[in-house]
């Protein structure tokens, strides 16, 4: 009973390969987002879908790339992976924009 | 983008004791504010929220209050226990979406 899911829980990878996660939404909230978080806990919005459609796009590498096949899916796409990269991203989501949100588990990219 | 500040960045109390955490915002469009607690290794969870039609919201031992003309909206636990030790996050919410940077709280048993 999930609410919100992300896989993989940890991803360890050598800069410069592409990786993927992958998030799941079962609540029917409309909203989803994406937040990185450094090693100095600083949680930070990446991206917001809404039905499908990004509506937050922060100032994030070109190397980002979020998809949304459907409104309970938003995956993240990285290319080029640098050591800056490495740091916990958790995906979210809530019922409409600017409502309550409710986070994934995260997942814990490692980059060597 | 528009920031949150929030202060203090650590705050140590003893089990028992009050713990105020404060955050500004700049962002006149923000209109929801909430609050997430994050305890080691986990994901944030909302503990309390306000939006700004209201200034004040509690919910057993913790309270938010909001002061819209100042911008500025603060966190209250009241009779801390040692499970309320994690870090907490405050949020602006509005035409943007920012976090401050975090209060990690430890209560001392």
């Known amino acids: 009973d999930t609410a919100v899911s992300q896989t993989p829980k940890y991803l360890v990878t050598q800069m410069g390969n592409d990786k993927s996660i992958k998030c799941e939404q079962n609540?029917?909230?409309?909203?989803m987002y994406w937040y990185k978080q450094d090693s100095k806990k600083f949680l930070k919005i990446m991206f917001s879908?809404?039905?499908?459609?990004?509506?937050i796009n922060e100032t994030v590498p070109n190397r980002f790339s979020p998809k949304s096949p459907d409104k309970a899916h938003l995956n993240l796409h990285i290319n080029s992976l640098e050591l800056g990269d490495s740091a916990v991203y958790f995906c979210a989501s809530s019922r409409r924009r600017g409502g309550e949100q409710y986070f994934g588990p995260g997942t814990r990219l490692t980059v060597t | 983008g528009e920031n949150v500040e929030q202060h203090p960045s650590t705050l140590s109390v003893q089990e028992g004791d009050s713990a105020v955490i404060k955050c500004t915002y700049s962002d006149s469009a923000s209109n929801y504010f909430p609050w997430y607690k994050q305890e080691l290794g986990k994901r944030p969870q909302l503990i309390i929220d306000?939006?700004?039609?209201?200034g004040e919201k509690k919910d057993q031992r913790i309270a938010v209050t909001l002061n819209k003309t100042a911008k500025h909206f603060s966190l209250h636990i009241t009779e801390t226990q040692p499970e309320d030790s994690a870090v907490y996050f405050c949020a602006a919410i509005g035409g943007d979406m920012r976090f401050g940077a975090g209060t990690r709280l430890t209560v001392k048993p």
């Open positions: 879908y809404n039905n499908k459609e990004l509506i």
């Open positions: 306000i939006r700004s039609n209201v």
């Open positions: 609540l029917g909230h409309d909203t």
